[in-house]
C-alpha cells in the first residue's frame, strides 16, 4: 500500500469536511435557478397570451369602426395595439427584473461561497495542494483512501481514474433509472387507456344489444 499517498488522502480529507458544507450550499443554490427560470417563463408565456387577447380586441374594435370610419378604425386600431405592444413590454421587462435579480443573488451567492473555498484550500495547500480542484470533497476522498487501503489504486492518477469511472457508471445507472420511471409511467398511462378503452367498448356493446332487443 501507498502508505505516503494514504496518509496525504487522509490529510485532505480533514480538510474537504469543513468545505462540503459550502459545495452542498452551493449544489442547493444552482437546484433553485430552473424553477425560477420555470416561473419567468411561465410570466413570459401569459404576457404573450394576455397580449394576443388585447391584439384581437384591439382588431375587432378597428375592423367595427372602420365599416363607418375608415381611417378612423385604423388610427384607433394602430394605437390600441401600439399601447398593448408598449404594455406587453413594460410588463415583461419589470417581471423578467425581479426574477433576473433573484437569479444574480444566487450567483453571488454562489461567487462568495467559491471564493470563500478557495481561500481554505489556499491556506491550507500543503495539505490539499496535490489534489485537483475538482475532486476536493469528501466522497470522492473516501472513495480514494478506500482505493488506495486495499492496493486496487498504488498512486494518485489510479485512484483519480478509479474514482473517474465509478462517477461515470453511477451518472449512467441514474439516467437508466430515470429513463424506467419515465416508460412506467407510460406503460402506467397505456394500460389506463386500455382499460378504459375496453370499459366505452363494452358499454357501447351493451347499449347496441339493448337496442336491438327494444326494437324485437
Same mark, same amino acid.
Given at each position: 500500500?501507498?502508505?505516503n499517498?494514504?496518509?496525504?488522502?487522509?490529510?485532505?480529507?480533514?480538510?474537504?469536511?469543513?468545505?462540503?458544507? %459550502?459545495?452542498?450550499?452551493?449544489?442547493?443554490?444552482n437546484?433553485?435557478?430552473?424553477?425560477?427560470?420555470? /416561473? @419567468?417563463?411561465?410570466?413570459?408565456?401569459?404576457?404573450?397570451?394576455?397580449?394576443?387577447?388585447? $391584439?384581437?380586441?384591439?382588431?375587432?374594435?378597428?375592423?367595427? &369602426?372602420?365599416?363607418?370610419?375608415?381611417? &378612423?378604425?385604423?388610427?384607433?386600431?394602430?394605437?390600441?395595439?401600439?399601447?398593448?405592444?408598449i404594455?406587453?413590454? =413594460?410588463?415583461?421587462?419589470? @417581471? %423578467?427584473? /425581479?426574477?433576473?435579480?433573484?437569479i /444574480?443573488?444566487?450567483?453571488?451567492?454562489?461567487?462568495?461561497?467559491?471564493?470563500?473555498?478557495?481561500?481554505?484550500?489556499?491556506?491550507?495547500?500543503?495539505?490539499? $495542494?496535490?489534489?485537483? %480542484?475538482?475532486?476536493? %470533497?469528501?466522497?470522492?476522498?473516501?472513495?480514494?483512501?478506500?482505493?488506495? $487501503?486495499?492496493e486496487?489504486?498504488?498512486?494518485?492518477?489510479?485512484?483519480?481514474?478509479?474514482?473517474d469511472?465509478?462517477?461515470?457508471?453511477?451518472?449512467?445507472?441514474?439516467?437508466?433509472?430515470?429513463?424506467?420511471?419515465?416508460?412506467q409511467?407510460?406503460?402506467?398511462?397505456?394500460?389506463?387507456?386500455? @382499460?378504459?378503452? /375496453?370499459?366505452?367498448t363494452?358499454?357501447?356493446?351493451? $347499449?347496441?344489444?339493448?337496442?336491438? =332487443?327494444?326494437?324485437?
Amino acid at each position: 500500500m501507498n502508505i505516503n499517498l494514504f496518509n496525504q488522502l487522509h490529510a485532505a480529507r480533514n480538510i474537504t469536511v469543513n468545505t462540503d458544507p %459550502y459545495f452542498n450550499r452551493v449544489n442547493a443554490l444552482n437546484d433553485q435557478k430552473p424553477y425560477i427560470i420555470a /416561473k @419567468r417563463n411561465k410570466v413570459n408565456k401569459h404576457v404573450t397570451i394576455a397580449a394576443v387577447i388585447a $391584439g384581437v380586441f384591439a382588431f375587432t374594435m378597428g375592423t367595427s &369602426l372602420h365599416e363607418h370610419a375608415p381611417i &378612423l378604425g385604423n388610427i384607433l386600431f394602430l394605437g390600441l395595439l401600439t399601447v398593448i405592444v408598449i404594455a406587453a413590454i =413594460a410588463i415583461r421587462k419589470s @417581471r %423578467y427584473a /425581479k426574477f433576473d435579480a433573484q437569479i /444574480k443573488s444566487l450567483d453571488d451567492e454562489i461567487a462568495g461561497i467559491y471564493e470563500e473555498t478557495n481561500r481554505i484550500f489556499e491556506a491550507n495547500a500543503a495539505s490539499i $495542494g496535490f489534489l485537483p %480542484y475538482e475532486y476536493r %470533497y469528501t466522497e470522492a476522498v473516501d472513495f480514494m483512501i478506500n482505493m488506495v $487501503g486495499t492496493e486496487r489504486a498504488i498512486n494518485l492518477p489510479q485512484a483519480l481514474q478509479l474514482f473517474d469511472d465509478y462517477d461515470h457508471r453511477r451518472t449512467l445507472e441514474n439516467q437508466n433509472q430515470e429513463i424506467l420511471m419515465q416508460q412506467q409511467y407510460q406503460n402506467a398511462q397505456l394500460q389506463s387507456l386500455n @382499460r378504459t378503452a /375496453k370499459v366505452n367498448t363494452g358499454v357501447n356493446i351493451a $347499449g347496441t344489444l339493448f337496442n336491438i =332487443a327494444s326494437k324485437l
